[in-house]
Nanobody, 119 residues
Framework: QVQLVESGGGLVQAGGSLRLSCVASGSTRDINRMGWYRQASGKYRELVAE???????NYGDSVKGRATISRDSTKNAVYLQMNSLKPEDTAAYYC?????????????WGQGTQVTVSS
């Protein structure tokens, strides 16, 4: 079992920056990948950024060049740095992870943190 706790969301002006944090606990040694996903009102959840154990990263098209994901294995944490924020970035941001259990990958989600970008 893996638990994820996010922090760092809030209000920010367009063009500004923020840094989101996600700390994992529980069976952290079984984690395969961790990432950030967002869901705006009335839309499907989409990838923002993810990172696998080997350090390979993937970014959603809408945030490429503006977002950077990093991890601190000693703290079982991942971070999302977002710059040049736009009103379109307004969404609930969720930390997600998958982890091995009984030979299969299981998905885990944090409770989410709201990011609102004002013009």
């Amino acid at each position: 079992q893996v638990q994820l706790v996010e922090s760092g969301g809030g209000l920010v002006q367009a063009g500004g920056s923020l840094r989101l944090s996600c700390v994992a606990s529980g069976s952290t040694r079984d984690i395969n990948r961790m990432g950030w996903y967002r869901q705006a009102s009335g839309k499907y959840r989409e990838l923002v950024a993810e990172i696998v154990s080997g350090g390979v990263t993937n970014y959603g098209d809408s945030v490429k060049g503006r977002a950077t994901i990093s991890r601190d294995s000693t703290k079982n944490a991942v971070y999302l740095q977002m710059n040049s924020l736009k009103p379109e970035d307004t969404a609930a941001y969720y930390c997600g992870a998958d982890a091995w259990w009984n030979g299969r990958l299981w998905d885990y989600w944090g409770q989410g943190t709201q990011v609102t970008v004002s013009s």
